[in-house]
Structures are given as structure tokens and as C-alpha cells.
């Protein structure tokens, strides 16, 4: 069995020895080189553009508007709404305007540097409440990209039920991807005349599908390659470099290279979303929930990107993993002039879980019960209704992670010596919400008698390369040495949907799984498993039937109600259990986190050792979202003013793992790549509150806020 053990990456050994091909690495000194002239006003008219000194520049081969380009000048996941160039307006700083082509990009930067743009100027839009109240609207059909509603039971009743109402604004900050490897790519044509794009990128199809139609070509006249891919996190979800790749190549028809620096990529690429979140619960004496009433504003900037599903899978999330009778969520996404926010691991639950699981906290304290008892009381278990009203009739482990976590947990007055301890939970549905997100894969016996797995699936670290093929090992029950794997190519593989929303390894694993028995069944009838050979069994059948086989995987949520997202938005969601604690230097306002028990139910554990690499992963980045991380507009420009943790910065962690097996995953599997991030930032703002007292309802809680808050303290005192 290859399922369950913890096999290391296939791409390991490329990587340590520094042989594993990023896109910046593909380039030679016969490549063009690309870069975007970008726009200095965050709201404005571009009334005369001059470019006459940069194309007067030796080595300056086009300089390309959006007039340049001959198909439709508009890309989005959702939205067909944000301009690979802009079209007479921009609407935030950053915004593409022209595309430099040069012979190299000493040359190509300098060019931009030379161009000139004479604006006339727009209000700016940089708050929600502006958007709501100014007669300026950053777009023309409205101040809203999305709003959406959650009804269950009774709110009012809800509340009259409690013998105790919590209630407080929590803020949350604009975070950037801050992957090691910056947005990068290269393009050219090949024998066919195809423009093939090799790019660092999470979702070859979909880049494949927005470049054909800004070129004007049909889809298989454009090709897309995953390059090793250096970090994505939802940043590389988006179009980034692929268009201006392809637009470049369209016209140039040479070879042309191209990646943003880290100022570029800052001022371009997509944030988590900033929410502001108005959080009311009810709770009777014995500590059950009576009800949630949540109210959630966003600034999604000026285009939508992913912005409708964060409106949604925040309001659908808001209760977090617990039963609550009677739920009002109202969740609402406004066009700003501020940068554009999309996709970013989690997609808005790590911002609900810092509200919610606040609020558990505080109501234990007023109760005079445990934080870990009051979540044992209301935990989500099978049988239970979601805040969407569906039923768990699948996994849904969380009760076991707060057993997993408790024996520490009860253990931590022991210890304390001057530390705080904090509990936070998580669940978070695996896929896309409500909406159909379907995988294809094709598995080939080859002529040599080797098996070829042809998935579309990005793997950007996480590690879905070596867990596809330990599915498909499993199914058809050969030796890893007969296996070859060829992924991330759009011209050998089906559409495998994107590497987000945790779905790789339940979507693609169960289309490879599909994949893998049709093989299998075909291996059985020509005698493989009565010891004939791979290559044996090719010559036998090749006349026969096609030796490449199909499978595919499409959830079967039946979706929600667009007035009361009332329904089954997943088949099945990850839950999770962590407890931080912390050390909180009063004089200074640090904080340190000292130590981290993680526990998460993942159905089933298909390669342990990545999904643990997977959670310390999530937890750095939870200590990044909770202590430091913030992008601030027109300030932040580069790592010397965003703080990232370090490797100092990391505590002791031990993970433990439920496996409360998913009747429709791959072997019970389901998925952690942001299951392991959500619950991190909750567990430390718990425990800064149990060191010190203070509560904490902004976050980054960095040195200088948490001084300010215990200065306070003092000053009531």
C-alpha cells in the first residue's frame, strides 16, 4: 500500500539540488524580455500617453496599448471584468498600461522609465464607507461586486433565547501572497505555430482559455505549461504574466521572457481581502449557542477577482464549526480604488475564525466555563446541521481534534508561568461553493509498459504530484518504478480545475482513482496480475481498445439558495483543532509564540508527511497573519516595510491527525492545504488575551498595537 506512507515528493531531489526548472530559469540571451508600464494614480483618465523617447531607445522593439490587442481586452475567474491593459481609465496604483517589449530587460525597464503619462485626476474610493456614501463610483454598475445573505431558524428568537449576548467589530488587514518566487513566465511559438506559454501558475486551463480569447485564437491554438512554481497561496490564480506573454509573442513572433519584481508584484498582484466583521452571539447559561448574527464588509478594490466567492464563503462560514440554531449573516463586497483583492488561502474563513472563536472565548470567561468545554458543547458532529441547514452525514472530525488537543490543554495551568493558552477551531468546505468544480485525469499504458499519468493538476508545493500518483499506485497496484507523471500541460491533459479551495487531492484523487480502475480492469482481463508484464499486455491489447482511460470527478453539492444560502454548498469539509501558546513581553508589546498543537481531520492521511510539512506550513503563515503581515496601499513596496516570520519566529509544533474517513474521497481522503492556516491566527489572539487580559479586535496584533492595548489596561487600572 503507497496510501498512508509518507513518501517523499517526487520533486525533491530536483529541488535540494537546485536542478528544478522555475520559469526565470528557462531563460536564454536569445529572449526578448517583457515588462508593464503601470499607472501611478489609483482613479483616473489617461488623457495622452507619449512614448516617443522609450521607442527611441536602442534595443526598444514594440511598445503595445490596448488597442494592440485583437481579441477581448478583459479576463476574470468570475468576471470577465478587469482589462489586460487599460482602456482610457485606470483604477487602482499599479494598473497595467502599456507593454514593453526590448531586447533585453536592462533596456525594457529603462524604456518604461521614459514614458509619459499626462492624467486627469478622479476621486478615489480608498474606504468601504466612501464607496457606500460618495456620488463617485469606482465602477459604472455600482458600488457593491457582491452581496449575499444567510437566513436560518429565527434570529430574533435566537436572541431571546441567550442568557448572554457577546458582540464586538473585529478588522482584518490586507495580506499579501509574499510566495519567494515573483510572477514570471516565457513565451514563444512552436513547430505548429501554437503560442506555447510556460508560467509560474496554479491553473493551466483556465490561463490557456483567458489568453485564446484576448488573442482572438481558438483554444488549441494556444498552448500553457506549468513551470516549477515557487509558491502560489491564490495569488497565481489569476492572469498575471500569461497575457502579456501572449500578447507579446502574437506580435513580435520571437521568443520573449518575462517576471515582475518584488515592487511589480506588491503593487499588482491580488491581497486577501480586508474584512470588517460586526459579530453578535447569543449563548444560554450551560454555554450552547443560541444564535449568530454576523455582519461582513469587504473591500474587494476595483475589479472582482475572487471576490464573490470570499462574499459568499465568509457568510456561509460564519458560524464557524459549530451547531447554532439561528443564523443572520449579511455579507457584502464593495468596489474601491484600493488594490485588487482576490483569492488567498482560506478565501475569508481565516478572517471568520478570528471572530468566532473570540467570541466562544469571551463567553466561556462570562460564564465561568472552559474555552475547550464550550466548544466540545457546540462542536459540529455527525447528524448536524450547518449553518446552511445540511446534514453531516459524511466525516466530521472535530470533536476528535478537541480530544486530541485536550490532554495539553488540561495540563496548561501546570505550566504557565506568566504564558497565555489559546484554542482555536475551524471547519471549511472542500471545493468550490455550490457551483459545480470538476477534475479530469487520463491514466496511458505506454508502448515501453510504462503508466502514464496525464493530470492538469498545479502542483505549487503542496505536494499533489506525489499524492496523485500514490492514489493511482494503489488502484492499480504496480510498483512506483512502472509510473511516470505528466502534469501541468494543457495540450496532454484534461481540465483538472484550479489548485485552490482544497481540492486537489479529493477532485483530481477521485478522477485519477476513476482513472486508475478502468486501467486496472483492463490490466485484470490481460493476465497482469497472473504475472504477464506491462509491456506484454500493450502489444496483447493495442489493436483492441484505446490504452488511455478517463476519469473524472464533479462533487455532488446540489448548491444554495441564492436568497437564503440555505443548501449543500460541499459534499464535505475539513475540520481542525489548534492551541498556541505565548509569551507577551508587557514592556515591549512582543509576542512570541512558544508552542502549537495542531490537530486536523483530513478523512484519510494519504501521504503524512506532507500533510504535516502542509500544517507547520499554515501555521507560519497564521503567525504572519495574526503578528506582523500588512499590506498598507501606497505604503508597502517591498519585504523592508512587510514583515514576514522568519524562521526565529517559528514555535515547537506537534501535529496530530484524525482520520474520520470521507465516504466520497479517495480512500476516505479529503484535504489541509488551507484547513492548516484557518484556526492559527484565532488560537494566538486567544491566548494574548489569556496572558494579558487585553482584548484584541485588529489584527496584525504587531508590537505596536498590543503596546497601545496594555497601556490602556494600565491607564483603567
Known amino acids: 500500500m503507497f496510501v498512508g506512507r509518507g513518501l517523499t515528493k517526487v520533486d525533491a ?30 482613479h483616473a ?11 527611441e531607445l536602442p534595443g526598444v522593439l514594440r511598445i503595445l496599448s490596448a488597442s494592440d490587442i485583437p481579441g477581448q481586452n478583459a479576463y476574470g475567474a468570475i468576471r470577465k471584468d478587469q482589462p489586460f491593459l487599460a482602456d482610457g481609465i485606470v483604477r487602482f496604483v499599479g494598473e497595467p498600461i502599456l507593454l514593453v517589449i526590448a531586447q533585453n530587460e536592462e533596456i525594457a525597464r529603462r524604456a518604461a522609465g521614459l514614458i509619459k503619462v499626462e492624467y486627469r485626476e478622479i476621486q478615489a474610493i480608498l474606504t468601504c464607507a466612501q464607496a457606500a456614501e460618495s456620488p463617485v463610483q469606482v465602477r459604472e454598475e455600482g458600488r457593491l461586486l457582491a452581496f449575499r445573505t444567510l437566513r436560518k431558524g ?23 501572497h509574499a510566495f519567494m518566487e515573483t510572477e514570471a513566465g516565457l513565451a514563444y511559438r512552436d513547430d505548429e505555430g501554437r503560442i506555447v506559454i510556460r508560467s509560474s501558475t496554479q491553473n493551466v486551463h483556465y490561463k490557456r482559455s483567458e489568453v485564446a480569447r484576448m488573442l482572438g485564437l481558438p483554444e488549441e491554438r494556444v498552448r500553457v505549461l506549468q513551470a516549477t512554481t515557487g509558491g502560489g497561496f491564490g495569488g497565481k490564480l489569476d492572469v498575471t504574466v500569461e497575457g502579456f506573454l501572449g500578447l507579446a509573442v502574437y506580435h513580435v513572433k520571437q521568443p520573449v521572457m518575462m517576471r515582475f519584481t518584488r515592487e511589480e508584484s506588491f503593487l499588482s498582484n491580488t491581497k486577501r481581502h480586508p474584512l470588517w466583521i460586526e459579530y453578535k452571539t447569543g449563548f444560554r447559561k450551560d454555554g450552547s449557542i443560541t444564535a449568530v448574527r454576523a455582519n461582513i464588509t469587504g473591500d474587494t478594490g476595483p475589479y472582482a477577482s475572487y471576490g464573490e466567492t470570499v462574499c459568499l464563503r465568509a457568510a456561509v462560514h460564519a458560524t464557524g464549526p459549530y451547531e447554532v440554531p439561528h443564523v443572520h449573516a449579511e455579507s457584502r463586497m464593495f468596489f474601491t ?41 457546540n462542536a459540529l458532529r455527525k447528524g448536524s446541521l450547518t449553518a446552511t441547514s445540511q446534514v453531516l452525514a459524511g466525516s466530521a472530525g472535530l470533536l476528535e481534534t478537541l480530544k486530541q488537543v485536550e490532554p495539553f490543554w488540561r495540563q496548561r495551568r501546570k505550566k504557565r508561568q506568566g ?54 499506485l494503489d488502484t492499480i497496484d504496480v510498483e512506483p518504478r512502472h509510473v511516470k507523471l505528466d502534469r501541468g500541460d494543457t495540450a496532454t ?29 483492463c490490466l485484470k482481463q490481460h493476465g497482469f496480475y497472473r504475472g504477464k508484464s506491462l509491456a506484454e499486455i500493450y502489444r496483447m491489447a493495442k489493436d483492441e481498445v484505446p490504452l488511455r482511460f478517463d476519469g473524472y470527478f464533479d462533487p455532488p453539492a446540489s448548491g444554495i439558495d441564492k436568497e437564503t444560502s440555505q443548501g449543500v454548498p460541499y459534499v464535505t469539509y475539513a475540520f481542525a483543532t489548534h492551541m498556541a501558546e505565548v509569551e507577551v513581553e508587557e514592556a515591549t508589546g512582543a509576542c512570541y509564540v512558544k508552542k502549537v498543537h495542531a490537530s486536523h481531520d483530513v478523512g484519510k492521511a494519504v501521504n503524512p508527511l506532507l500533510i504535516k510539512g502542509q500544517i507547520q506550513g499554515g501555521i507560519a503563515m497564521g503567525i504572519g497573519f495574526a503578528l506582523m503581515e500588512e499590506f498598507i496601499p501606497g505604503k508597502t513596496t517591498s519585504f523592508d516595510t512587510y514583515y514576514l516570520p522568519t524562521s526565529m519566529d517559528m514555535p515547537d509544533i506537534e501535529v496530530m491527525l484524525v482520520e474520520d474517513a470521507e465516504p466520497t474521497g479517495p480512500f476516505g481522503a479529503k484535504g489541509v ?45
Open 154 to 176: 429565527d434570529i430574533d428568537r435566537g436572541f431571546a433565547d441567550a442568557d448572554i449576548v457577546v458582540e464586538h467589530t473585529y478588522t482584518t488587514q490586507w495580506v499579501d
Open 673 to 717: 492545504g488551507e484547513p492548516a492556516l484557518i484556526p492559527q491566527a484565532a488560537s494566538i489572539i486567544n491566548a494574548i488575551t489569556d496572558a494579558t487580559g487585553v482584548g484584541v479586535y485588529e489584527l496584525p496584533c504587531d508590537i505596536e498595537r498590543l503596546k497601545i492595548l496594555l497601556e490602556k489596561r494600565k491607564e483603567k487600572k
Open 337 to 377: 480604488n484600493n488594490p485588487v483583492s482576490g483569492a488567498m488561502r482560506g478565501f475569508g474563513i481565516p478572517q471568520m475564525a478570528f471572530a468566532h472563536e473570540s467570541q466562544l472565548d469571551e463567553a466561556a470567561s462570562l460564564l465561568g466555563m472552559d474555552p475547550l468545554d464550550i466548544r466540545m458543547r
Open 13 to 42: 531531489a530536483l529541488k535540494v539540488a537546485g536542478k528544478a526548472a522555475f520559469s526565470y530559469d528557462l531563460k536564454s540571451d536569445e529572449m526578448l524580455f517583457a515588462c508593464v508600464f503601470r499607472s501611478e494614480r489609483p
Open 493 to 521: 491533459s484534461q481540465d483538472a480545475g484550479s489548485t485552490s479551495a482544497s481540492r486537489q487531492t479529493y477532485i483530481s484523487g477521485n478522477a485519477v482513482h476513476e482513472a486508475g480502475l478502468k486501467l486496472r480492469a
Open 419 to 472: 504564558n497565555g493558552f489559546g484554542l482555536g477551531c475551524m471547519y471549511y468546505g472542500i471545493g468550490n461553493t455550490g457551483i459545480p468544480n470538476p477534475a479530469g485525469a487520463s491514466v496511458e499504458l505506454a508502448e515501453d509498459g510504462s503508466v502514464i499519468l496525464h493530470t492538469g493538476a498545479c502542483d505549487i508545493g503542496q505536494g499533489s504530484d506525489t499524492v496523485l500518483l500514490q492514489i493511482l
Open 45 to 55: 483618465r489617461i488623457e495622452r500617453i507619449d512614448t516617443q523617447a522609450a521607442l
